[in-house]
T-cell receptor, first 115, second 114 residues
Framework: GENVEQHPSTLSVQEGDSAVIKCTYSDSASNYFPWYKQELGKRPQLIIDIRSNVGEKKDQRIAVTLNKTAKHFSLHITETQPEDSAVYFCAASGTPFAGYSTLTFGKGTMLLVSP | DGGITQSPKYLFRKEGQNVTLSCEQNLNHDAMYWYRQDPGQGLRLIYYSQIVNDFQKGDIAEGYSVSREKKESFPLTVTSAQKNPTAFYLC?????????????FGQGTRLTVV
């Protein structure tokens, strides 16, 4: 099955700096890569995603890049703010079965943004 | 946000007892999942169900059981065979559109064995 590795496990930055979280995946058939943000005490929520036919996608201060050949994808947050502090999870969509796919998550990165 | 409800939010269990965690969704999603979240371990898949009356083991299914008798409901039973059941449990449902699978999570149940 799919295996997703995520690094680093914790990341501390100063407000205004950029943050980068990296993930690798093992299943070359995976073609969809979402990122989830989990604030303290809350449920994970989708913040951005990318498909394998796209190399980069941006949404305001966040962007995701994908290198399908190397099987890795990254989340980039620019101009970080204290409210960006949370745990971030990457995920990969497994091989579709009868129109359905399962998601395999990385272990998460705790991002701490200091004022 | 909303649409998938877990109950209770906090649950205490004595060792040796089975306990069932509830998960209900009104999003009309076919697929539902149970994840366990431990510090530093991320989200680990316990069981998933892609359709009513069918479910599959995830990576850490030992000591857990599920049922999927209705599309809206996917209860998880933590049995006494689970060696380390104290954890935060997240239920999710998902929809796949044009190859994109988006998961929606419940608020979670924190289970503590006392």
């Amino acid at each position: 099955g799919e295996n997703v590795e995520q690094h680093p496990s914790t990341l501390s930055v100063q407000e205004g700096d950029s943050a980068v979280i990296k993930c690798t995946y093992s299943d070359s058939a995976s073609n969809y890569f979402p990122w989830y943000k989990q604030e303290l005490g809350k449920r994970p929520q989708l913040i951005i995603d990318i498909r394998s036919n796209v190399g980069e996608k941006k949404d305001q201060r966040i962007a995701v890049t994908l290198n399908k050949t190397a099987k890795h994808f990254s989340l980039h947050i620019t101009e970080t703010q204290p409210e960006d502090s949370a745990v971030y999870f990457c995920a990969a969509s497994g091989t579709p079965f009868a129109g359905y796919s399962t998601l395999t998550f990385g272990k998460g990165t705790m991002l701490l943004v200091s004022p | 946000d909303g649409g998938i409800t877990q109950s209770p939010k906090y649950l205490f269990r004595k060792e040796g007892q089975n306990v069932t965690l509830s998960c209900e969704q009104n999003l009309n999603h076919d697929a539902m999942y149970w994840y366990r979240q431990d510090p530093g371990q991320g989200l680990r898949l316990i069981y998933y169900s892609q359709i009513v009356n069918d479910f599959q083991k995830g990576d850490i299914a030992e000591g857990y059981s599920v049922s999927r008798e209705k599309k809206e409901s996917f209860p998880l039973t933590v049995t006494s065979a689970q060696k380390n059941p104290t954890a935060f449990y997240l239920c999710a449902s998902s929809v796949t559109r044009q190859g994109n699978t988006e998961a929606f999570f419940g608020q979670g149940t924190r289970l503590t064995v006392v």
